[in-house]
Structures are given as C-alpha cells and as structure tokens.
C-alpha cells in the first residue's frame, strides 16, 4: 500500500499492536521520552512508523489538551455489590479535586450471567464500543471498575487517555491498579482463627481457579505455615460464592474433625449457617464460622458472623485520586509500582468461638 493511502487510515493504535506495545509507549517514543522505552523498542516503533507513514493526528490532539474535568467510569457490572461502594469512594475524591464523572455500565452480569467470564469474544463486544465511545466524549481519563478481580485484555484509548484500574486487572501492566490484598486477607483471618485456639480449620472457597480464591489460600498457607500448622489440602471444599456453595461445603466438611470454618464470602457463610441448623448444631457454639466481605447478611444472621470489611471506598477513592494524578502531572512519574493491594480489615462478631 502507498504510504499516501496509509497516512488516513494508520493509527497510534495499530503502530502499538504491530510492535506489541501499548499506546502509551509509542506516545512516549513519539513525544521524545526515551528515557521510558528501550532504545532497541524506540527503534523498532520509529521503523514502524517509517513504514507505514503514520502521522500523529494533532488536530485531536490539541483539542485533547483543553481539559474537561471530567473522567469516564467504565463499570462491568453496577449490580456488583462491590461497585457502589467503589464508585462512592471515586465520587468522594472527585468532588475535593472539583471533577466531575460519567458512568457507562456494560451490564455484564445483568445481560450474561457468568458467561461473558468465559468467552472473550463475547467480553470484548462490550468492552470495545464503551471504550470508543469514552474517547469520543473527550473526558480526561478512564477509570475501569471490575466486578470481580480478573484480567482484561485491550484496554486501550485510541486518544492515548489515561486509564487506572480497579477491582481488576489490566494484561498492560503499565496500566495503575488498584485491587484487594487477599493474600493478606487470607493470612489474617487464619491469624485471627489460630488466635482463638483453631487449628483444624475448614475452608469453603469459590471457584478453585478464581483469583480471590487462590490468593486467599496462599494467605492461609503461608500463616499455617508460620504456626507449625500442617497445610491439608483436603479441608478446602471449592464451591460457587453464594449460599448453595457454602451449604454444599459444609456438608462435605462437617464430618472432618474441624472446629471452625474460613467462608470465602457471607454469602457462602449463610449457606454454612443453614446446613449446621439442619444439623441442630449452633454456629459460634458447636462450629466457628468466619465470613468474607461484610456485606448485611453478615449482621443478619445469628449471631452475627464475624468476617472481613473490604476497603472498597478506599479502592475508589485511591484510583480516582490516581487517575487526576496522571491527567494533571502527566510527566511527574518514573517507573512507579502500578500493583496497589489495599487490606480489609476483621469485624469482630459472635460466630467464632475461643477454645
């Protein structure tokens, strides 16, 4: 193809995927910023340049550098039960720094139940349009809010936004993310467990190949290990994170010579609450149970469980407080750590026994 044709249809974003780099590093050799790329990748992507007679569009970029204060929220799921809380930290944020936000809601759960988790194809028919449609509305920077942890492919701006993840992962790893410590969560709640005399201790855990679930049992491990406490893999019960999961795992567990339970989540614990009363047996009395998340069922059931609050307004606040960061010192930064993991902390209730 003449390199004339080429000029009107060439973008930054196809010189990033030719040298399988991000937008953000073809800018930064474009704009000068050696000192960000490796000469050899600076190399390859000027060649690149060379060959397809690619010309930055300046026009777009200049009316890019007029500032909206505003950031565009790109949230897979609004029925999450942790994205309003998200969400209300970024509110927080940028209320203080005077931004203003736009929602866009891809409706993954709502529209595909669990499917879109499994099939890329059919997540990327959501993604993309959403993206485009960010850049075409000029904000100043994306704000991506995961339903769960999880990592997502092609999040780029064909406008070279600025884009900062929560509750998920970017595969571009120059990308900032803001996500849970479940390896500290983990660790800490067997801590608390073996504090209370617990050492043989059941866990009911999500799927076995989700990340929530994987980190928090590299936390159990490694606080197991700490306390001369042998790792028995055969006391993990992998279910679904909801009540049929944790009634199903505690099921499989109650015959196990256990005396107290870790639920991955207060959904699960609800599930652990109503096969011990099947049972006739007490939880907090016969069988300690531990939940995950803190959300209302927590304080609901009897007793209440004891479990963990997720700092879920923190997560948003610290990604909104970020993004403003990159939209308005852009240059400000070297090589900073773009993996932010934020601990939850113990809420200490009636469900766990001390023996």
Not at 138 to 162: F, M, Q
Not at 196 to 208: L, P, Q, T
Request: charged fraction near 25%.
């Amino acid at each position: 193809m003449a390199k004339r044709n080429m000029e009107s249809v060439v973008t930054i974003k196809d010189i990033a995927a030719s040298c399988g780099v991000s937008i953000s590093t073809v800018s930064n050799v474009l704009n000068g910023k050696k000192n960000k790329v490796s000469e050899e990748m600076s190399a390859k992507i000027r060649a690149e340049v060379e060959r397809t007679g690619y010309r930055p569009n300046y026009l777009a970029k200049s009316l890019r550098s007029i500032s909206t204060k505003t950031i565009g929220i790109i949230a897979e799921d609004l029925i999450v039960f942790s994205s309003p809380s998200i969400i209300e930290g970024v509110m927080n944020c940028c209320e203080e720094h005077g931004y203003n936000v736009v929602i866009e809601n891809m409706r993954l759960f709502g529209r595909w139940s669990g499917r879109w988790m499994h099939d890329e194809a059919l997540f990327q028919s959501a993604l993309q349009p959403v993206l485009a449609k960010m850049d075409a509305m000029n904000v100043d920077g994306i704000l991506y809010v995961g339903g769960h942890e999880h990592t997502v492919n092609k999040l780029i701006s064909a406008n070279n936004l600025p884009i900062v993840m929560s509750y998920a992962i970017a595969a571009d790893k120059e990308i900032p993310t803001f996500r849970l410590d479940d390896v500290s969560g983990g660790y800490d709640v067997t801590k608390y467990l073996v504090s209370k005399g617990h050492k043989h201790i059941g866990v009911i855990a999500g799927e076995y190949d989700n990340t929530h679930t994987v980190n928090r049992i590299i936390g159990i491990q490694k606080a197991m290990f700490e306390e001369g406490i042998l790792f028995d893999p055969s006391l993990i019960e992998y279910s679904t994170w909801n009540k049929a999961g944790g009634y199903n795992g505690m099921r499989a567990l109650i015959d196990k010579d256990i005396t107290a339970v870790f639920c991955m989540s207060d959904a699960i614990a609800a599930g652990a609450y109503a096969f011990l009363k099947e049972k006739g047996m007490k939880p907090g009395e016969d069988i300690s149970i531990m939940g995950y998340d803190n959300q209302d069922i927590a304080s609901f059931l009897t007793p209440e469980v004891t479990t963990v609050a997720l700092p879920l307004p923190e997560i948003g606040y610290k990604a909104a407080d970020k993004i403003i960061e990159m939209i308005e010192t852009p240059l400000s930064a070297g090589k900073q750590i773009t993996d932010i993991r934020i601990k939850g902390n113990i809420i200490e209730r009636k469900s766990v026994k001390t023996i």
